[in-house]
């Protein structure tokens, strides 16, 4: 494997026509990492992924491999190894020569046959070289396309959406195992994803992206805690997005209504912004302890924790979601209780209108 | 994505061969039908044409034999159809074989079979009063038989697409199985229907066949043109008139890709494949018709196998071989049989190439959007053309001494353009659709690991629709061993072919050789949809490994994925 190479992307766009796919972008995988490129569909992250691939060419900006502008490079040029998210493996030769399609012309017959069995050791299939992919589960093709993506000893790897096609149970296996690949290998690694929980997972690095431009580039951690936008905040993990104002120094009004103290920063006193809330923030106190008056309007067992729904006294449309562990009793529907929002857990960013968010539990959200 | 100047030229380059086989003959054709006899333009041809005394009864024949032969053959087709797609017969596989029998053969044998049976000294004429079938019925019954597995095909493939699901939901609420089929079958493969009756329609009009041998005075419009061309030397009269064949055929067209727009549109993912289960009564009334309608055409290929073997039918029904020895008569004899086994192979190897270069250029290379969806519309065209307006207008281009192809003139060279432009549309759409279904990712994997381009369609691309171009080898072959339309125009002195000489042997009235000569391109062709079948299925079995091999292979890896 040659050493870690890092990636730089600068001032990226393209347009198809009328439409603008990518608006402006820029990030580095640094080396030896592995970066996730998330978003809803359509945000523009597997173009990304494609003009790094060099399978199109960006209408403006550039690219860096290795501190090398690779913008005018073809994809074989780039030493840049894709899997795709069929995998694309070919079906009517052997996994062996599927692996050996990409390697130097100047290799001998033996040369190849011996990092071809290297390659199958690597990703765990030993001796499986003569097998047709089709007589491969979907986890072993898996393997043997990212197999194929190191034989030209690529500097960087592309991963499209690998785990797509895997069933639910076989995918959280394996993406450990990707995982534990990519860092024992140390090759620096851009996977486009639109599963959250899987970049939260594996990624060192996250990169958010919506309608072609990039939200957020931070470690998993940073953007889970303080992420950068209403829109990072509703799309990595569940979050309450609340429309508040700030009634005056240090505290704010939830729906306008009612006052809770926040870091309220920068913004004037009667700046209409938005408070994002981890349902797992929200305190419960089934006493009369201090907080916000809510009813619970529904209740729902996930395991180790309970998800509950409340709606806040007097408010409408004043619905929060809460998360609380199995273990503590839960009130029953219907139950008056008091809701604490901590001032530390509240994000709060400008502006109040509605985000449109994907709810990390569709039912939840309802 | 960028479109790479080779791609491009490709896309172009398989166009510019369309423009010159087809677009520009047919150009030719138009021009010539308004090319007055002292060459100026005018409407003259066309006037002396539509004003000739023998027109509007040809005209009107035509039209009733298209109707009645469309009324007769649809019905006929959808039952066939319903059985073999719909319900639970058994030996559905021996039934299709015999359905499609008449795709194997020249549409000449029928026609002659029906003259053995009941001609002036048929086996059964003696049963109707000594009324023979030659004129309008006897073309009738022979292009009933002729165009039915055309019909049978499509029908078939839009019967085929059906969703389970609808099926399920009309059965809990109630529905009989009729009225499934009212509510359901019938208006799912309506499109279906109509490109069926279309296709029909525009078989019988253009076919030459079946009005030479059983027509007697029965006037139709291909007559007209052959007697324009080979009688009267008068291309205007017959490029007019071919002008007329055309236009059914581009309304063929167009239904069909209306039928597979719907068949698209009515599977959707989410659809769960029909499996058709037991019903007594509906099994057997279907199955019955079914089986009258294989064994028919059965028996119209035995008749004619018979009448080739007996001494002189039907005074000396004693076994010989003498109706082969086929150099006895004029025709062509064997070396007839060979140039059309020649003429087959040549058309399949030009055209398989060329179709698959062409579906490959609009379906996958990274030509223009614009030039591949200009190519896969010019594709469709030479399934509009009648294969007797393809002659007359390669006649018109290909005679012309100016003309930088009328090297090929006179020679095998035309032979071979024209029956791979006749039969191009479909040996284009089977590649296209094969192409289609490969993986859209391949390309960029081979560029990504250095090895796209043409490098992959060599070793991956091609060889993944193996299948598919054997299909395509084996209709091009049958395509051109049957033809007659589309090469008796064409054929040079020197070179007779076998479905030509069957014709002009009919003429002669050497019927019996003639019977020979037919039966010869039928076994001639059974071979080589065995030969296919064969083919396809080593490839499918290289293919796909064992269920053993791969429970073994899990064993070893011991991937737990894999058990599940």
Same mark, same amino acid.
């Given at each position: 494997?040659?050493?870690?190479?890092?990636?730089?992307?600068?001032?990226?766009?393209?347009?198809?026509?009328?439409?603008?796919?990518?608006?402006?972008?820029?990030?580095?995988?640094?080396?030896?990492?592995?970066?996730?490129?998330?978003?809803?569909?359509?945000?523009?992250?597997?173009?990304?992924?494609?003009?790094?691939?060099?399978?199109?060419?960006?209408?403006?900006?550039?690219?860096?491999?290795?501190?090398?502008?690779?913008?005018?490079?073809?994809?074989? +040029?780039?030493?840049?190894?894709?899997?795709?998210?069929?995998?694309?493996?070919?079906?009517?030769?052997?996994?062996?020569?599927?692996?050996?399609?990409?390697?130097?012309?100047?290799?001998?017959a033996q040369e190849k046959a011996a990092r071809v069995d290297a390659l199958l050791e690597t990703?765990?299939?030993?001796?499986?070289?003569?097998?047709? *992919?089709?007589? /491969?589960?979907?986890? +072993?093709? +898996?393997?043997?396309?990212?197999?194929?993506?190191?034989? %030209?000893? *690529?500097?960087?790897?592309?991963?499209? $959406?690998?785990?797509?096609?895997?069933?639910?149970?076989?995918?959280?296996?394996?993406?450990?195992?990707?995982?534990? /690949?990519?860092?024992?290998?140390?090759?620096?690694?851009?996977?486009?994803?639109?599963?959250?929980?899987?970049?939260?997972?594996?990624?060192?690095?996250?990169?958010?992206?919506?309608?072609?431009?990039?939200? +957020?580039?931070? %470690?998993?951690?940073?953007?889970?805690?303080?992420?950068?936008?209403?829109?990072?905040?509703?799309?990595?993990?569940?979050?309450?997005?609340? *429309?508040?104002?700030?009634?005056?120094?240090?505290?704010?009004?939830?729906?306008?209504?009612?006052?809770?103290?926040?870091?309220?920063?920068?913004?004037?006193?009667?700046?209409?912004?938005?408070?994002?809330?981890?349902?797992?923030?929200?305190? /419960?106190?089934?006493?009369?302890?201090?907080?916000?008056?809510?009813?619970?309007?529904?209740?729902?067992?996930?395991?180790?924790?309970?998800?509950?729904?409340?709606?806040? $006294?007097?408010?409408?449309?004043?619905?929060?979601?809460?998360?609380? %562990?199995?273990?503590?009793?839960?009130?029953?529907?219907?139950?008056?209780?008091?809701?604490?929002?901590?001032?530390?857990?509240?994000?709060?960013?400008?502006?109040?209108?509605?985000?449109?968010?994907?709810?990390?539990?569709?039912?939840?959200?309802? | 994505?960028?479109?790479?100047?080779?791609? @491009?030229?490709?896309?172009?380059?398989?166009?510019?061969?369309?423009?010159?086989?087809?677009?520009?003959?047919?150009?030719?054709?138009?021009?010539?039908?308004?090319?007055?006899?002292?060459?100026?333009?005018?409407?003259?041809?066309?006037?002396?044409?539509?004003?000739?005394?023998?027109?509007?009864?040809?005209?009107?024949? =035509?039209?009733?034999?298209?109707?009645?032969?469309?009324?007769?053959?649809?019905?006929?087709?959808?039952?066939?159809?319903?059985?073999?797609?719909?319900?639970?017969?058994?030996?559905?596989?021996?039934?299709?074989?015999?359905?499609?029998?008449?795709?194997?053969?020249?549409?000449?044998?029928?026609?002659?079979?029906?003259?053995?049976?009941?001609?002036? &000294?048929?086996?059964?004429?003696?049963?109707? !009063?000594?009324? =023979?079938?030659?004129?309008?019925?006897?073309?009738?019954?022979?292009?009933?038989?002729?165009?039915?597995?055309?019909?049978?095909?499509?029908?078939?493939?839009?019967?085929?697409?059906?969703?389970?699901?609808?099926?399920? &939901?009309?059965?809990?609420?109630?529905?009989?199985?009729?009225?499934?089929?009212?509510?359901?079958?019938?208006?799912?493969?309506? #499109?279906?229907?109509?490109?069926?009756?279309?296709?029909?329609?525009?078989?019988?009009?253009?076919?030459?066949?079946?009005?030479?041998?059983? !027509?007697?005075?029965?006037?139709?419009?291909?007559?007209?043109?052959?007697?324009?061309?080979?009688?009267?030397?008068?291309?205007?009269?017959?490029?007019?008139?071919?002008?007329?064949?055309?236009?059914?055929?581009?309304?063929?067209?167009?239904?069909?890709?209306?039928?597979?727009?719907?068949?698209?549109?009515?599977?959707?993912?989410?659809?769960?494949?029909?499996?058709?289960?037991?019903?007594?009564?509906?099994?057997?009334?279907?199955?019955?018709?079914?089986?009258?309608?294989?064994?028919?055409?059965?028996?119209?290929?035995?008749?004619? &196998?018979?009448?080739?073997?007996?001494?002189?039918?039907?005074?000396?029904?004693?076994?010989?071989?003498? &109706?082969?020895?086929?150099?006895?008569?004029?025709?062509?004899?064997?070396?007839?049989?060979?140039?059309?086994?020649?003429?087959?192979?040549?058309?399949?190897?030009?055209?398989?190439?060329?179709?698959?270069?062409?579906?490959?250029?609009?379906?996958?290379?990274?030509?223009?959007?614009?030039?591949?969806q200009a190519l896969s519309a010019i594709a469709l065209a030479p399934a509009a053309v009648p294969?007797?307006?393809?002659?007359?207008?390669?006649?018109?281009?290909? @005679?012309?001494?100016?003309?930088?192809?009328?090297?090929?003139?006179?020679?095998?060279?035309?032979?071979?353009?024209?029956?791979?432009?006749?039969?191009?549309?479909?040996?284009?759409?089977?590649?296209?659709?094969?192409?289609?279904?490969?993986?859209?990712?391949?390309?960029?994997?081979?560029?990504?690991?250095?090895?796209?381009?043409?490098?992959?369609?060599?070793?991956?691309?091609?060889?993944?629709?193996?299948?598919?171009?054997?299909?395509?080898?084996?209709?091009?072959?049958?395509?051109?061993?049957?033809?007659?339309?589309?090469?008796?125009?064409?054929?040079?002195?020197?070179?007779?072919?076998?479905?030509?000489?069957?014709? @002009?042997?009919?003429?002669?009235?050497?019927?019996?050789?003639?019977?020979?000569?037919?039966?010869?391109?039928?076994?001639? @062709?059974?071979?080589?949809?065995?030969?296919?079948?064969?083919?396809?299925?080593?490839?499918?079995?290289?293919?796909?490994?064992?269920?053993?091999?791969?429970?073994?292979?899990?064993?070893?890896?011991?991937?737990?994925?894999?058990? #599940?």
């Amino acid at each position: 494997m040659s050493k870690a190479a890092s990636v730089r992307v600068q001032g990226l766009a393209r347009r198809f026509g009328p439409v603008t796919a990518l608006d402006g972008v820029g990030f580095t995988a640094p080396a030896g990492e592995l970066t996730c490129l998330i978003g809803p569909s359509g945000c523009g992250k597997t173009t990304l992924l494609r003009l790094i691939a060099g399978l199109d060419a960006p209408s403006e900006g550039g690219i860096e491999i290795d501190g090398q502008d690779v913008t005018r490079l073809s994809p074989a +040029q780039r030493g840049a190894g894709m899997v795709f998210q069929s995998y694309a493996l070919f079906p009517n030769m052997t996994v062996a020569s599927n692996i050996a399609y990409g390697m130097k012309r100047g290799l001998s017959a033996q040369e190849k046959a011996a990092r071809v069995d290297a390659l199958l050791e690597t990703v765990g299939l030993p001796g499986l070289g003569q097998r047709l *992919p089709g007589a /491969l589960s979907g986890g +072993q093709q +898996q393997r043997v396309a990212i197999a194929r993506a190191l034989a %030209p000893d *690529p500097k960087i790897l592309l991963l499209d $959406e690998p785990l797509a096609a895997l069933d639910p149970q076989i995918r959280e296996r394996l993406r450990g195992e990707l995982k534990s /690949l990519q860092h024992r290998l140390g090759v620096t690694t851009i996977m486009v994803t639109h599963d959250q929980d899987e970049a939260l997972a594996i990624a060192d690095r996250i990169v958010v992206m919506r309608a072609g431009r990039i939200e +957020q580039a931070d %470690p998993p951690e940073t953007v889970y805690n303080l992420p950068a936008s209403a829109f990072v905040a509703g799309f990595v993990g569940a979050a309450n997005v609340i *429309p508040a104002v700030v009634s005056a120094p240090g505290q704010i009004q939830l729906f306008g209504v009612r006052s809770l103290p926040a870091a309220t920063g920068d913004f004037a006193i009667g700046a209409r912004v938005t408070v994002c809330v981890r349902p797992e923030a929200v305190w /419960l106190d089934q006493g009369e302890g201090r907080g916000v008056g809510a009813r619970i309007v529904s209740r729902q067992f996930a395991g180790a924790t309970q998800k509950l729904d409340a709606i806040l $006294e007097g408010v409408a449309r004043g619905r929060v979601s809460l998360e609380t %562990p199995s273990d503590r009793p839960a009130p029953p529907i219907g139950a008056l209780v008091h809701l604490d929002f901590p001032a530390d857990r509240l994000r709060l960013f400008a502006g109040s209108e509605e985000v449109a968010f994907v709810p990390q539990d569709e039912v939840a959200w309802t | 994505m960028k479109s790479r100047l080779a791609d @491009n030229a490709a896309a172009i380059a398989a166009m510019g061969a369309l423009a010159a086989f087809l677009l520009a003959p047919l150009a030719a054709l138009a021009l010539q039908s308004v090319t007055a006899d002292d060459g100026r333009v005018g409407l003259a041809g066309v006037v002396r044409y539509l004003t000739s005394p023998g027109l509007a009864h040809s005209l009107t024949n =035509t039209l009733a034999l298209a109707v009645a032969v469309v009324a007769t053959v649809i019905p006929l087709a959808l039952l066939t159809a319903f059985a073999l797609e719909r319900t639970a017969l058994p030996f559905k596989g021996f039934l299709t074989a015999a359905a499609g029998v008449p795709l194997l053969i020249p549409s000449l044998l029928p026609a002659l079979a029906l003259v053995y049976l009941f001609g002036r &000294q048929g086996l059964l004429t003696p049963l109707f !009063g000594g009324r =023979t079938i030659y004129g309008g019925q006897g073309v009738y019954v022979a292009d009933v038989i002729a165009t039915f597995p055309h019909a049978l095909v499509v029908i078939r493939t839009a019967l085929s697409a059906a969703d389970g699901r609808l099926y399920e &939901q009309a059965a809990l609420l109630g529905a009989k199985s009729w009225r499934a089929f009212f509510t359901i079958t019938l208006p799912g493969v309506r #499109h279906g229907l109509v490109a069926a009756a279309t296709a029909t329609f525009s078989l019988t009009i253009a076919d030459i066949g079946a009005p030479k041998v059983v !027509g007697g005075t029965f006037d139709v419009l291909a007559l007209d043109i052959f007697k324009a061309v080979v009688g009267r030397q008068d291309f205007t009269v017959a490029a007019a008139a071919s002008l007329f064949l055309l236009t059914p055929s581009l309304f063929a067209v167009a239904a069909e890709r209306m039928a597979a727009r719907q068949r698209a549109a009515l599977i959707s993912s989410r659809s769960t494949p029909f499996t058709p289960t037991p019903n007594t009564v509906r099994d057997i009334a279907v199955g019955a018709g079914a089986w009258m309608i294989a064994l028919a055409i059965l028996g119209v290929l035995g008749v004619c &196998q018979m009448a080739a073997l007996v001494t002189r039918w039907p005074y000396d029904l004693s076994l010989s071989l003498a &109706q082969y020895d086929l150099d006895r008569v004029d025709g062509g004899g064997w070396s007839a049989l060979t140039h059309s086994v020649l003429l087959g192979l040549s058309t399949a190897t030009l055209g398989t190439a060329f179709a698959f270069f062409a579906a490959w250029a609009s379906e996958r290379s990274k030509a223009a959007p614009a030039l591949r969806q200009a190519l896969s519309a010019i594709a469709l065209a030479p399934a509009a053309v009648p294969g007797l307006a393809l002659g007359v207008a390669y006649v018109l281009v290909f @005679n012309d001494p100016a003309n930088p192809l009328h090297v090929l003139y006179g020679g095998f060279g035309i032979l071979i353009a024209v029956s791979v432009t006749h039969a191009f549309t479909v040996a284009y759409l089977t590649c296209a659709a094969a192409l289609k279904a490969l993986d859209a990712e391949f390309e960029a994997a081979g560029e990504v690991l250095g090895g796209g381009g043409a490098g992959l369609v060599v070793r991956v691309i091609a060889p993944l629709c193996a299948p598919a171009l054997v299909e395509v080898f084996i209709y091009l072959f049958v395509a051109a061993t049957t033809t007659v339309s589309a090469v008796v125009f064409l054929y040079p002195p020197d070179v007779k072919l076998a479905s030509v000489a069957i014709l @002009n042997m009919d003429d002669a009235g050497d019927i019996a050789p003639a019977a020979a000569m037919g039966m010869l391109i039928v076994y001639v @062709n059974l071979c080589a949809r065995g030969l296919g079948l064969v083919a396809q299925t080593l490839i499918q079995r290289r293919r796909s490994p064992s269920a053993a091999d791969a429970a073994a292979d899990a064993a070893v890896s011991g991937d737990p994925a894999r058990a #599940h």
